[in-house]
């Protein structure tokens, strides 16, 4: 057996990029390697690139991350690699697959592409959309969920005392990450611990946000005890040193399918503010997402709390069996 993870690279001259769908293919292979299963992560630019590839492989399974390869080209890909499955695998709940629009139209063509073969089928990585899909146009649709691949023992990380409070609110710029009601929660939790703030966000990818980094500044110039640290696109080794750094991350979606930068603290030791959309999390670590004073109530009480990054880890554990069982049945 030999899995291929095969997702689109924007920075086509790299080996491997830094983008989310790049680190999900890792951590996902990585973590089927553990269990004995040849997995590969394939960067790669168009439709005719895995093509070529697979004519030098002997891939026994391929999963596509996001349905952006069009229709007759993976048509072509089943006819000419018959013993080859193959699988698109939705990145994102309904809500982020909105923002492209050619989403839907490749995921009912992909219900249709599985009706007339034997070896194609669509996927998505999460059970609340694999349902829907299946409820809303009485198809099959696989469910292969993100798995995050821990190493090392579980974290140990006291709760905050004093000192500037670092809280970090990262990942691409979009509107349904809710970046200002997180801003306002942050500042609501410094003026309640009287400490200086500095508010951490990802720059470099504003995804159809528009003005909210400007709002955001507008929220938080002047005042004397906070600072807004924006910080450029990094590896994800990098990345994973700059969430060790943070005291607390807020990450309340208005949508998700899994959300790695929760599991990045998660795996560091570091707590999260989310919303229900993040499912795998703890309830603990739950908020109302369209709510910054709860917002802020859930993050004083996890920055206190002995507790709190100890339950994310197992968590984030809990889910990782539960993904894999989902690839066993898919790989059998």
């Known amino acids: ?58 891939a026994t399974h391929v999963v ?7 229709t007759p080209d993976l048509a072509r890909m089943c006819a000419e690699f018959p013993e080859t499955q193959f699988a698109v695998n939705c990145h994102s709940n309904l809500g982020f697959l909105q923002a492209d629009p050619n989403a839907m139209r490749l995921v009912r063509e992909g219900l249709e592409l599985h009706r007339t073969t034997w070896n194609f089928q669509v996927a998505a990585n999460c059970t609340r959309l694999a349902r829907w899909i299946e409820a809303a146009y009485s198809a099959p649709c696989l ?37 200002l009601t997180a801003a306002g929660a942050a500042l609501e939790i410094a003026n309640t611990m009287r400490a200086d703030l500095e508010f951490w966000i990802s720059s470099g990818r504003n995804e159809g946000a528009g003005p909210v980094i400007q709002a955001l500044r507008q929220m938080m110039a002047g005042v004397p005890h906070v600072k807004i640290v924006e910080n450029g696109w990094q590896t994800w080794p990098q990345f994973r040193q ?89 790989l059998r």
């Open 1 to 58: 057996m030999r899995v291929v993870l095969a997702y689109k690279n924007f920075a086509a001259d790299r080996a491997v990029s830094h983008i989310g769908l790049g680190v999900t293919a890792l951590n996902a292979a990585k973590s089927l390697r553990d269990i004995g299963i040849r997995a590969d992560v394939w960067a790669i630019t168009s439709a005719a690139d895995l093509t070529t590839r697979l004519r030098q492989s002997e």
């Open 64 to 70: 596509i991350s996001a349905p952006w390869i069009q």
């Open 143 to 179: 469910c292969l969920p993100n798995i995050y691949h821990l190493e090392g023992g579980r974290p140990d990380r006291k709760p905050y005392d004093r000192g500037t409070l670092r809280i970090g609110a990262f990942g691409a710029t979009r509107a349904l990450k809710n970046l």
């Open 242 to 330: 700059t969430v060790r750094h943070m005291h607390l991350l807020l990450q309340p979606s208005y949508t998700e399918s899994f959300n790695v930068v929760t599991a990045d603290g998660a795996a560091e030791g570091v707590p999260s503010v989310v919303s229900d959309a993040i499912e795998w999390a703890p309830d603990s670590w739950k908020a109302k997402v369209d709510d910054a004073g709860d917002i802020a109530r859930v993050g004083c009480r996890l920055l206190r709390s002995r507790w709190a990054a100890s339950a994310g880890y197992s968590a984030l554990v809990k889910h990782n069996r539960s993904a894999l069982s989902f690839w066993r049945d898919f």
